[in-house]
């Protein structure tokens, strides 16, 4: 019984850390992201684009960054059949301190075309590729946003 009340001490100790760790994180994220789906007419998508802002808070420049996110209907359904995550690399160049607003097709990630736009959830960059070769990486997406 104390083993157990030892182990479950330590779980949540490392659960409130783990939280702590993820704000710490976050602001210190070498990137700024908001991004939502859009489904309006445009001459870049036919069913649906993902329009982002995306801002360097780094010091060197971006060539490319790859955005994770997941996808869901008003009802919590997956937009395609199989997993509703979807991984998407996007070519951009970013000079330190800037922004840049875009808008990307995402047609090849649905199934159907929606009536209403999918909510985006857990959506964070996975990697960032700068112009001196280097890249900045979150496999886990510890500065995502939910």
Do not use: H
Request: glycine share 4%.
């Amino acid at each position: 019984m104390m083993k157990l009340r030892v182990r479950l001490a330590a779980l949540g100790l490392v659960l409130f850390s783990s939280c702590s760790m993820n704000y710490a994180f976050a602001k210190n994220a070498p990137y700024a992201l908001q991004a939502k789906m859009v489904t309006e007419p445009s001459a870049i998508y036919e069913a649906a684009g993902l329009d982002f802002t995306f801002l360097n808070k780094d010091s060197q420049k971006v060539k490319s960054i790859t955005l994770v996110f997941f996808m869901y209907d008003e009802e919590g359904n997956p937009p395609a059949i199989g997993p509703n995550n979807a991984e998407l690399e996007i070519f951009v160049e970013v000079e330190p301190g800037e922004f840049v607003e875009d808008c990307v097709c995402i047609d090849q990630l649905l199934y159907e075309i929606p009536d209403e736009p999918y909510q985006l959830d857990y959506l964070y960059v996975s990697r960032i590729c700068y112009e001196d070769g280097s890249e900045w990486r979150d496999p886990y997406g510890f500065f995502s946003i939910n």
